[in-house]
Nanobody, 125 residues
Framework: QVQLVESGGGSVQSGGSLRLSCAAS????????MAWFRQAPGKQREGVAA???????SYSDSVKGRFTISRDNAKNTLYLQMNSLKPEDTAMYYC???????????????????WGQGTQVTVSS
């Protein structure tokens, strides 16, 4: 069955770095667009970054220049390198997969067929 398993979350101080991973199985990973979303307590889930099957990437303005999304199709794994972390980056981070091209609607959670269980990122000031 389809599985998306996130790892790499944790607690860091402001200015620190973390790398999240998402191991995918049960579907043709290389053909899917992938994304990272996050949700802080009391807030809506928001798109952080996405990468299409062709490698095109998109980022939210709040993380552009600090976060890098990448994928390794040989390992069926998605990554999110997070640098210069801020307290406002504190959230549960989820990876998601869609058979559609992420495109300009990449932030729309309803477009994603599969979701992981999430990994917590906490940034202290």
């Amino acid at each position: 069955q389809v599985q998306l398993v996130e790892s790499g979350g944790g607690s860091v101080q402001s200015g620190g770095s973390l790398r999240l991973s998402c191991a995918a199985s049960g579907f043709t990973y290389s053909s899917y667009s992938m994304a990272w979303f996050r949700q802080a307590p009391g807030k809506q889930r928001e798109g952080v970054a996405a990468v299409d099957s062709n490698g095109s990437t998109s980022y939210s303005d709040s993380v552009k220049g600090r976060f890098t999304i990448s994928r390794d199709n040989a390992k069926n794994t998605l990554y999110l390198q997070m640098n210069s972390l801020k307290p406002e980056d504190t959230a549960m981070y989820y990876c998601a997969a869609t058979a559609c091209s992420a495109g300009v609607l990449w932030r729309s959670a309803f477009r994603y067929n599969y979701w992981g269980q999430g990994t917590q990122v906490t940034v202290s000031s």
